[in-house]
């Protein structure tokens, strides 16, 4: 059973930085690409950024240069390092694994996410 669970959310102050976690089970990282997403408070939900399985990552335009996301393979662990963090990047921060479809069934894996909340 694939699960990715999400830690290192906090409070924080602006221009601070977090560095989140999401330790995934079920799957190995390295095969597969994670991705971060955030929804905050009244918004829908947002794609932050992605590793591909060969390392390769993309950002969304509002983090680039702030946010960078990386995997520990030994650990089977992706992580999300937060710089400069903004009050706009208060929300909650979510993990996710897309695999795609298998006999009807769209593979698609959540964590329960892990809020980060900067004050200004």
């Known amino acids: 059973q694939v699960q990715l669970v999400e830690s290192g959310g906090g409070l924080v102050q602006a221009g601070g930085s977090l560095r989140l976690s999401c330790a995934v089970s079920?799957?190995?990282?390295?095969?597969?690409?994670i991705n971060w997403y955030r929804q905050a408070p009244g918004k829908q939900r947002e794609l932050v950024g992605s590793i591909s399985s060969d390392g390769t990552t993309n950002y969304a335009d509002s983090v680039k240069g702030r946010f960078t996301i990386s995997r520990d393979n030994a650990e089977n662990t992706v992580y999300l390092q937060m710089n400069s963090l903004k009050p706009e990047d208060t929300a909650d921060y979510y993990c996710n694994a897309y695999l795609g479809s298998y006999l009807g069934a769209t593979l698609d894996y959540w964590g329960k996410g892990t809020l980060v909340t900067v004050s200004s």
């Open positions: 079920g799957i190995t990282v390295s095969y597969n690409a």
